[in-house]
Structures are given as C-alpha cells and as structure tokens.
Nanobody, 125 residues
C-alpha cells in the first residue's frame, strides 16, 4: 500500500511557475512508476507526465512538453512537477498517482493503482 499527498498548488499569473510535490509513504515506493494527472473544469482527468521507477525515462502530454518537468527523489520518497510558462488552460486539480506496472508506459488514469487527494492550481490570465 502506498499513500500519496500532493502539495505546492496555488494561484499564479500566466507565465509564472509552480513546483508541485508529492510525498509518498508505504512499502516499495521505489518500485512504482509515478504519474501526474490533472482535472480541469469541465474536463475529464487527463495525463500530464510520467516518470519511471528508476527516475530515468519520462513522458509528457503534448500540451505541457517543454514547459513541465517531472522528477523524483527516491531517498526522500518525493515526486516533483516543475511547471513553467503556465497558461490559463493549466488550471485544475493536480494529482500524483502510482503505477505498479513498471514495464508499461501508461497514460490512462484507470491504469494507476494509487492516488493522492489532489492540489489546486489556478493560473490567472
């Protein structure tokens, strides 16, 4: 079992930056691939970024590629999402999620096993 808690959300102007953090607790955290998702107003939960269990390979949604960076600090059991050049369409609740299947490259929320409670990001234009 893995427990995930996000933090770092807030209100920021367009063009600004935020760094989200996800604190993980529980057994075998380092064996999970981790993802970031968001739910924007009126939309379904969507994939944002994924990082492998090793912290190596990453994957991004086209909408955030070049602006967002996902990373993990295994000794601290932390996952981060650095968000730069924020746009109003980045507004939403951001969730971190854990995937026990480390051999796939999942982007569907249904493929993830553990979820945090989310943190709100609001980008004002």
């Amino acid at each position: 079992q893995v427990q995930l808690v996000e933090s770092g959300g807030g209100l920021v102007q367009a063009g600004g930056s935020l760094r989200l953090s996800c604190t993980a607790s529980g057994r075998s955290f380092s064996l999970y691939a981790m993802g970031w998702f968001r739910r924007s107003p009126g939309k379904e939960r969507e994939f944002v970024a994924r990082i492998s269990f090793s912290g190596g390979p990453t994957r991004y949604a086209d909408s955030v590629k070049g602006r967002f960076t996902v990373s993990r600090d295994a000794p601290k059991n932390m996952i981060y999402l650095q968000m730069n050049s924020l746009k109003s369409e980045d507004t939403g609740v951001y969730y971190c999620a854990g995937d026990r299947d480390i051999y796939s490259d999942h982007v569907s929320p249904s493929s993830y096993d553990y979820w945090g409670q989310g943190t709100q990001v609001t980008v004002s234009s």
